[in-house]
């Protein structure tokens, strides 16, 4: 694979499950990526190494996801300018609303674009990360209305319930 242009970060290995869709959908329309576990908490000192560290390997977006009081993607959008899309992770005992409302409510002046929690959102964060890097590169525009006519095109096929 050439080198990376999306990074997929995640607060814990545990979040894998979820962020696993990200990756599959960035695999399919052959977006190189890297994946990393870096903690806006646990490991912070390498969490913001690391985001100052990516543009210079040409990463243009980041997909960050996280549960509990979800700090990842509003600690990396602090050290960067790139995109940030948040993903909430459904952990404990408030099943990801903390999450999407920790992600969500970013104050003023630091955006992060926040997605569905879950796989849902893991997989729209990456088809929108495609949607970004697809402004320059018109082949993977293309990639995205194939897309799409197949979704449709699936749907319809099972559009009559017996
Ligand atoms: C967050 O805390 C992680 O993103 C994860 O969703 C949650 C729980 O982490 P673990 O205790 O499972 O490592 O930092």
Partial sequence: MS???VSILMGSKSDL???QTARDALAEFGVPHEVRVLSAHRTPDALTEYVATAPSRGIEVFVAGAG???HLPGVVAANTVLPVLGVPVPSGHLLGLDALLAIVQMPKGIPVATFAVGKAGAANAALFAVAIL???RPELGQ???A???TQAEKLL???VVP
Wanted: hydrophobic residues 45%; charged residues 35%.
């Fill in 143 to 145: 990639r995205l209305v």
């Fill in 3 to 5: 080198s990376p242009l």
């Fill in 134 to 136: 697809a402004t320059k």
């Fill in 157 to 159: 096929k099972d559009s």
């Fill in 17 to 19: 499950d979820v962020m």
């Fill in 68 to 70: 509990g009081a979800a």
């Fill in 147 to 149: 897309w799409r006519k």
